[in-house]
């Protein structure tokens, strides 16, 4: 009779369960959530994060939108919401920011000069022609502060004198003017909208304050 092999007894060990509790499942959530942050930021130009704009670098910030809204809110006649919505006026601040910024490099690189006084002359031509000589509730209206009315007479003051030198039509001076806003490098934040070739900013994004519906 043949000897049987005896298997010496193999003991398993119970391995106790770790359960997930509530805690860690936060921490997880909590980690992963920063973890694609950080990746986001660095995705992100440093330069425009808390910037509404970068324009050659300079930032127009979100601060700065944001006052410049409360100040147009502040004019007499002047409703937000017939003048689009928030988002809507936050992209035309930033339009007009933009286009002046680069009329001013324009008048620049082709050595144009508009003085205050020139600015005067052109207001009050521009109020002679406005019935009753009143162009002040049209502007507030449209949302224009002082000093946005004479930025915007400024450049049309800088249009029309490149106009004059160069020959160029509106189509060569619109050209020009994309042309050099890539030179300046127009990054605008994803959050208000795109700049585009049409030289203005879209793209219904939502804003600080009022998200896009």
């Known amino acids: 009779m043949r000897a049987g092999i005896v298997r010496p007894a193999v003991r398993r060990t ?7 509790t509530v805690p860690t499942i936060r921490r997880i959530v909590i980690a992963s959530l920063a973890a694609a942050s950080a990746v986001a930021l660095t995705a992100c130009d ?8 970068v324009i050659d670098g300079d930032r127009f910030t979100v601060d700065d939108l944001q006052n410049e809204v409360q100040h147009a809110q502040r004019l007499e006649g002047f409703d937000v919401d017939a ?6 006026f936050q992209r035309t601040i930033l339009t ?25 002359d052109a207001i009050d031509e521009i109020s ?7 162009i002040e509730t049209a ?13 915007g007479v400024a450049d049309q003051l800088i249009a029309q004198a490149y106009s004059e030198e160069t020959g160029a039509d509106t189509a060569a001076l619109t050209q020009t003017l994309v ?3 890539d030179e300046l490098g127009v ?6 909208g795109t700049w585009g070739d049409d030289l203005t900013v879209s793209g219904d994004t939502g804003s600080i304050s009022e998200p896009a519906s």
């Open 179 to 181: 042309d050099l806003g």
């Open 187 to 192: 990054e605008v934040n994803p959050r208000f």
């Open 139 to 151: 502007l507030a209206q449209a949302g224009y502060t002082e000093k946005a009315f004479r930025a």
């Open 14 to 20: 119970r391995v106790p369960t770790k359960r997930i």
């Open 46 to 53: 440093s330069e425009q994060i808390g910037a509404a704009v």
């Open 83 to 88: 003048a689009g919505g928030m988002p809507a």
């Open 128 to 134: 002679a022609q406005a019935p009753g000589g009143d």
């Open 96 to 120: 007009r920011h933009i286009q002046h910024e680069i009329f001013l490099r324009l008048a620049e690189d082709e050595d144009i000069e508009v003085s205050e006084a020139d600015i005067d």
